[in-house]
């Protein structure tokens, strides 16, 4: 059995809190009866945008603990610059680390607990993977393959941006 960590448990803590949610109507002003939804905060609830940012720093957290720990390295813009293992983007983020199983792997532990403490799930057909010029074509495959990803994206447009880095 895997011990929770404070971030997951963090997240699990705050969806138990929501997960019994009830409206009423107001009926000429007055509040009229009770609706016990079924499938728990939906999205447009005005609650929602709140408990998002709850989750993502508990995601962002155990980014920051797996990177605290050698389990993922960064990406640097230049040589002594600082490393960025992640970026989020209001319901979108980016992930950094090195082209190798186990720390790929280990991004994806961590997306699998944040499923698992947030109940939200990674989109995979909306996930894209993102590889140096220098990265290897069967370590590519490799790693899309464990991550289930449709396909690899070379030099695509991330927010309207070219995504590449480096000398084109």
């Known amino acids: 059995m895997r011990k929770i960590g404070f971030n997951e448990g963090w997240i699990k803590l705050i969806m138990m809190c929501v997960s019994i ?3 009423s109507v107001l009926v000429n002003g007055e509040p009229s009866g009770l609706i016990h939804p079924t499938r728990g905060i939906r999205q447009g609830d ?3 945008p709140f408990l998002f940012l709850l989750c993502m ?3 962002n957290g155990m980014i920051k603990k797996a990177e605290m720990n050698g389990d993922i390295h960064g990406f640097s813009l230049c040589t002594r610059g600082p490393k960025l293992t992640h970026l989020l983007f209001a319901d979108d983020c980016l992930l950094f680390c090195r082209a190798t199983i186990n720390e790929c792997g280990r991004v994806l532990d961590i997306l699998k607990d944040y499923e698992e403490a ?3 799930k990674i989109n995979k057909t909306k ?3 993102f ?3 220098a990265t290897d074509t069967a370590i590519k495959n490799n790693i899309k393959e464990a991550w289930g990803v449709p396909k ?3 030099y695509e447009k991330y927010l309207g941006l070219p995504s590449f880095v480096g000398k084109g």
Request: hydrophobic letters at 40%.
């Open 118 to 120: 947030s109940r939200q």
């Open 131 to 133: 590889f140096s010029k």
């Open 152 to 154: 690899i994206m070379q």
């Open 21 to 23: 949610v009830t409206y």
């Open 127 to 129: 996930t894209a993977l």
């Open 57 to 59: 720093k508990g995601l």
């Open 46 to 48: 005005p609650l929602s």
